[in-house]
Nanobody, 124 residues
């Protein structure tokens, strides 16, 4: 499984942004995988944000961002999305998508596949 996140950039506080993560798979189907989003600020550990099961019917969002972040997926297009509303300077980070065969999990070490991050920079 290869993952590629996109949609980051320089935005202003209060803006909204939708990050996308495209999955490339050779011998399996996208819906087998639980997908997650994480972010990492310079000098900090990777932070869990959101996860969604393969069917898309169940999600879990970190408490710290629950009122502003939404995760969704399109299994026909092998895409998972992270929508971020009311961006704050504290959201500045590299955002990563990841895939796992575990059920919903917030633990980074449970995710077997990671894509390169997409940078989000929020100016005040």
């Amino acid at each position: 499984v290869q993952l590629q996140a996109s949609g980051g950039g320089l935005v202003q506080a209060g803006d909204s942004l939708r990050l996308s993560c495209a999955a490339s798979l050779r011998t399996t189907t996208f819906s087998r995988y639980t997908m997650g989003w994480f972010r990492q600020r310079p000098g900090s550990e990777r932070e869990f944000l959101a996860t969604i099961i393969g069917s898309g019917r169940s999600t879990y969002i970190a408490d710290s961002v629950r009122n502003r972040f939404t995760i969704s997926r399109d299994n026909d297009k092998n895409l998972v999305y992270l929508e971020i509303n009311n961006l704050k300077p504290g959201d500045t980070a590299a955002y990563f998508c990841a895939a796992t065969t575990y059920p919903l999990t917030t633990t980074a070490n449970d995710y077997e596949y990671w894509g390169p991050g997409t940078q989000v920079t929020v100016s005040s």
